[in-house]
């Protein structure tokens, strides 16, 4: 058994930034995150645009920004948390230049900003086309300096520990005390009891085989929280990214960012005709969710695979400087952005709903905390505006750290019984959790995509139910493995986005169902 004052699972922009801030205000608690790959391994890694932030007082305004946030939000979101949270993000940003991260500037020193799809004005601060890594590097590097941080790699948080474990289902509040969590070297499953839990454990991308998303996003901190009968909201609003790079093979697609659009390019079909003016004023500049459902409509229309962004016209020396690392994975595969179109597709990328939470990132559950992909804080609303993700992470990291300041922790003097995994046996069915796997990706991208009709989310629920049924009886008989505890949390967020699918009778933002009118 570990026992701790705050365990955070997750080591992307939320855990760690949560992790240090209350590492360095209090140097004799003890904090350990547990992380299920490499310590460095998230959706924050891959992070490329940059974060979005007021920085140019004379062009931008907080106003602006909040306006273009609830613009994106297509009135479902919080206004007074999105207010919270743009005038929040200078100050923000100055703790990450604290510790380290390194924004690109201009000629005059200033932060040079980028813009992006629904953003009125330039104000996407960057590290060239790999901010995420760099803010990740940052972080990671702070975190080595606290003595009082504890870092797990390879350790996949099971299931949260509450009432329901210790025997006391009847307590009220429900509350939270830990989590099971296998160690993936050696199989074995800990005990980890703590004060106070952090989910940050990211999105849902792989759930859907076409995605942004490396292997780690199989939504289990909102798994975990549903199955602990914590509030989970706003699933239906499943963000695809207009431009994925098109890869016949499917799976994990690298992503050419917004910022290309914000630079200039424009999208093309495969005859040549530049169609997003046709669709939106702001053409190539249109939120993403009109942008993702133009290409949708054009690639249903033509018949084709995918439809191209055209970087040809531009500055390539500007371009090379500024994305450099798009201009060399496209090299790789044999697209030389300086004479090729570039083929991109809609892929999954973000999820706007989640863990409920309220401005101190407090899930409905006593005890337990939530941040960055994994929750809904009211921020986005029925579609994100770019760049607000990581920016969103950092605002309640701190929210989170400041109401932890206040608040007396009560040390957990109750026994927790170990995991029971008596009658379980090593698993000789790998075959099924990957056939499982697939049919779910492929039932998602087929019945549950960009646009949605009632007839295939009720065939959704259908299909759904026989996989539920297998993966949970393979999850009762088997020792437990990564790839099964993620398979299990990927159906039980399916469900949840289907059902909150069928529950939604308006279309907003980034859900169509055209059934609705
Ligand atoms: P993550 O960074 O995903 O971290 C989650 C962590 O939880 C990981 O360490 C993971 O291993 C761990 N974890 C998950 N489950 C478990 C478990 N069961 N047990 C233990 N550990 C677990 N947003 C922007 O604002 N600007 C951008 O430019 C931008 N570009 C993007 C580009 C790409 C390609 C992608 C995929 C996303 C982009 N986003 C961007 C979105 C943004 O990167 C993410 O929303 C944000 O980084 C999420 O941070 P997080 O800390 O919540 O989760
Ligand atoms: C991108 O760079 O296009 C991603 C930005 C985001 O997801 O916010």
């Known amino acids: 058994m570990i026992i701790t004052n705050y365990l955070v699972i997750g080591s992307g922009i939320a855990g760690l930034t949560f992790a240090v801030k209350i590492a360095e205000a209090f140097p004799d608690r003890k904090i350990v995150i547990v992380t299920k790959d490499s310590e460095d391994e998230s959706n924050t890694k891959y992070a490329q645009g940059g974060v979005a932030i007021v920085l140019d007082k004379d062009q931008d305004s907080f106003q602006k920004h909040i306006k273009d946030t609830l613009t994106a939000g297509d009135g479902l979101c919080d206004e007074a948390v999105v207010k919270m949270v743009v005038e929040e993000g200078p100050k923000r940003l100055k703790e990450l230049l604290f510790w380290g991260a390194n924004f690109d500037t201009n000629a005059d020193g200033e932060f040079s900003l980028g813009k992006e799809g629904g953003h009125s004005e330039y104000r996407i601060i960057h590290h060239k086309d790999i901010t995420g890594y760099e803010i990740e590097r940052a972080l990671l590097a702070r975190v080595s300096q ?39 070297k050696t199989g074995h499953i800990i005990t980890v009891k703590a004060d106070s839990i952090l989910l940050a454990t990211g ?108 970087c040809t016209h531009l500055d390539m020396d500007a371009f090379m400087a500024h994305f450099p690392n798009i201009y060399n994975e496209c090299l790789k595969r044999h697209i030389d952005i300086k004479i090729d179109w570039i083929p991109v597709v809609p892929a999954s990328h973000y999820l ?144 949840l986005i289907i059902h909150q699918s069928i529950a939604r009778k308006e279309n907003r933002g980034g859900f169509f169902n055209s059934d609705n009118h």
């Open 203 to 310: 999105g849902i991308g792989r759930v859907y085989g076409h995605t942004t998303n490396p292997i780690i996003a199989t939504g289990d901190g909102i798994a975990m929280a549903y199955r602990a009968k914590a509030r989970v909201e706003d699933m239906e609003f499943v963000q695809f990214h207009p431009t994925a790079l098109y890869d016949v093979e499917g799976g994990s697609s690298f992503l050419i960012s917004e910022a290309v659009r914000g630079f200039g390019a424009h999208l093309r079909t495969k005859k040549g005709h530049r169609f997003m003016p046709d669709y939106d004023a702001r053409a190539e500049l249109a939120s993403r969710d009109i942008v993702s459902q133009s290409i949708d409509n054009e690639l249903k229309k033509s018949g084709e695979t995918n439809v191209y962004l055209d």
């Open 146 to 184: 606290l003595q009082n941080i504890e870092i797990l790699p390879y350790h996949f948080a099971i299931d949260l520990i509450t009432n329901h474990h210790i025997d006391d289902a009847k307590a009220v509040p429900e509350t939270c005390y830990g989590a099971y969590v296998l160690n993936q």
């Open 352 to 495: 706007c709903g989640g863990i409920k939470v309220d401005k101190t990132g407090k899930a409905t559950i006593k005890n337990l905390f939530a941040c960055g992909e994994c929750t809904k804080t009211g921020l986005h609303g029925a579609n994100r505006l770019a760049s607000n993700s990581l920016l969103e992470a950092l605002v309640y990291a701190h929210n989170i750290y400041k109401h932890h300041v206040g608040l007396e922790l009560t040390p957990v003097n109750i026994k927790i019984p170990r995991w029971n995994d008596k009658g379980t046996v090593i698993t000789k069915e790998h075959v099924l959790i990957q056939h499982n796997l697939k049919e779910l990706q492929a039932l998602m991208r087929d019945y549950v995509g960009i646009v949605r009709n009632n007839r295939r989310l009720k065939q959704a629920v259908k299909r759904l139910d026989i996989i539920y049924n297998e993966v949970e009886d393979l999850y009762r008989e088997s020792k437990l493995t990564t790839t099964l505890c993620e398979l299990r949390n990927m159906v039980n967020v399916a469900h």
